[in-house]
């Protein structure tokens, strides 16, 4: 288990999965709302075992990183918390690609934005760019009066573990995980909120290869919002794809479900890792002939 620091000075922890062999290229995993990075080892492993150094975080405010639960002063500082571990994954020397999923999948687009040439693609999955069911007026109001008032007011999400997987062992799980926070801050709500309605005027700035993958079937983020951004988003090499019947987690559905999803980001990785060592060479072969 190790830690390091934001920023602010914010505590974070770090989990980490070496590479089987030499390493084709570094992925920093980002959890979503309300989880922990601990959640992702089987996908950790699989990568790791694909040829990929892999670390992920838990985000200030979940798992076993400190800060309240749940709970920013600003959107920004989860960027600031994904740039802390990019920063550290930059010392292996490796092309960087981050996986992120759902709220993960909303911080991220903003980290690639104010640093475009920190990593060489992203893949999204079930991004939290909108809710799926509608929040009625009133309590968006009352949302933002207390995320002014008292911010860290916390009140239940109502997320369960057979909202999130089809799988009924990890829906069970996810139910029992003293890490999960089943409560949501009116801070975070308003800001999150803002960075949602902030992404889809900005998506033309994504310029990086980029793979969304969403569950049609997803209770918790609207799949169709996934189609909306995908298509303003500003790179040439974009793939998105939405996978028939499945629910919010696709990496932690039905195990056939996962593990095709899994290699299909691994075959991404994979091709884009060595895009990038290929393109790299081809530049150093070209100044030694110079």
């Not at 790791?48 to 405010?61: I, K, T, W």
Request: hydrophobic share 45%; with cysteine.
């Amino acid at each position: 288990m190790s830690f390091f620091q934001s920023r602010d000075g914010t505590q974070l922890h770090e989990q980490t999965w070496p590479a089987e062999g030499s390493p084709l290229a570094s992925v920093v995993i980002v959890h979503g709302y309300g989880e922990h990075i601990a959640r992702y080892d089987e996908t950790g492993r699989a990568l790791a075992a694909a040829g990929f150094s892999v670390r992920g975080l838990d985000l200030r405010g979940h798992g076993q990183s400190s800060g309240v639960r749940g709970f920013c002063n600003r959107f920004e500082e989860y960027v600031d918390d994904l740039d802390a571990i990019v920063t550290r994954a930059r010392a292996e020397g490796l092309p960087i690609f981050i996986l992120a999923h759902s709220f993960g999948a909303l911080v991220t687009p903003f980290y690639v934005m104010s640093h475009p040439s920190a990593i060489a693609g992203m893949v999204l999955t079930s991004p939290f760019w909108k809710l799926a069911l509608a929040v009625p007026a009133p309590k968006v109001i009352a949302g933002k009066i207390a995320s002014r008032l008292y911010g860290k007011l916390a009140l239940p999400s109502g997320l369960r573990g057979a909202d999130v997987s089809r799988d009924p062992e990890i829906a069970a799980l996810y139910d029992r995980d003293p890490l999960n926070n089943k409560n949501a801050t009116a801070r975070w709500f308003t800001e999150s909120s803002t960075a949602q309605e902030a992404l889809v005027g900005r998506a033309s700035e994504l310029t990086l290869p980029v793979l969304v993958i969403a569950g049609e079937a997803d209770k918790i983020a609207a799949a169709p919002q996934a189609r909306v951004v995908f298509e303003r988003i500003g790179s040439k090499d974009k793939t998105l794809r939405m996978l028939a019947g499945q629910y919010h987690e696709v990496l932690n559905e039905p195990k056939a479900n996962r593990e095709k999803t899994v290699a299909e980001i691994v075959e991404w990785l994979r091709a884009h890792a060595n895009a990038v060592k290929g393109a790299t060479a081809s530049v150093a072969g070209g100044k030694l002939r110079g």
